[in-house]
């Protein structure tokens, strides 16, 4: 699998244009971009340079936070930014409670509900809707937390299954689902939903809830089992690295960051 790089892992050092040309220097042909980095270079220009560069949108982040008041709004705007990106996938992270609730079951409903409503405008700008799975630790920032809970709502708002394109599926991020007994199982059961496969590494002291993700080999995620499941359940997309990491590669070189992702690629 070919290696893109989710910008949010040199996000500290490097403005979008830096990325795009950094990843062409590196020879690393995927990008997936986060959207505050696209509307700070703007639409259009971050389009021209993606292609100018020879690179390959591997996905759009994010759309979701469906507790927003204005979260309609912006996952329309969303969703035609990735169209003209050309992103295969516009990635979900789908919020928590709203302020004051502790209503845990009914946010969830309510997250369906609302991806319900957008996906026929997805669908209409040939844009999928990946859904993220977030680590438990995350919940109040996404209140789906497994894979399996993740393929039961898409199996609830596409109950025909997923023919050729689905109009929604998962992003499958190894740093929110490694722990998961049930992850193997649930990787092959998403076959044709696999819309995005992102890569980092869990540090067994882990320092901030967030931003302390570790570089692919430096910790205990089983990389290769993981990656062979995902190819097994027919992903042939890129495998993106996405690393926040606030006490780390935050603070180092991005040269050195890319380099770094490269080398390790073999134990990914
Ligand atoms: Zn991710």
Redo the contacts with the bound molecule.
Sequence with gaps: MELSL?TATVRKQWNLAQMIDGCARHGIRGLSPWRDQVAALGLQKTRALIKEHGLTVTGLCRGGFFAEKNWKDDNLRAIEEAHVLGAPAL?LVVGGMPPGSKDLSSCRQRIQDCIAEILPEARKAGVPLAI?PLHPMQVTRAAVNTLEQALDMCDALEPGGAQGTPGVGV?V?V??VWWDPKLAGQIARGRGRILGY?ICDWLPATRDLFNDRGMMGDGVIDLPSIRKWVEAAGYSGFQEV?IFSELDWWRRDPDEVLRTCKERLPKC
């Design positions: 989710n990635i993220e992003a991020d740093y929110h992102h996405e």
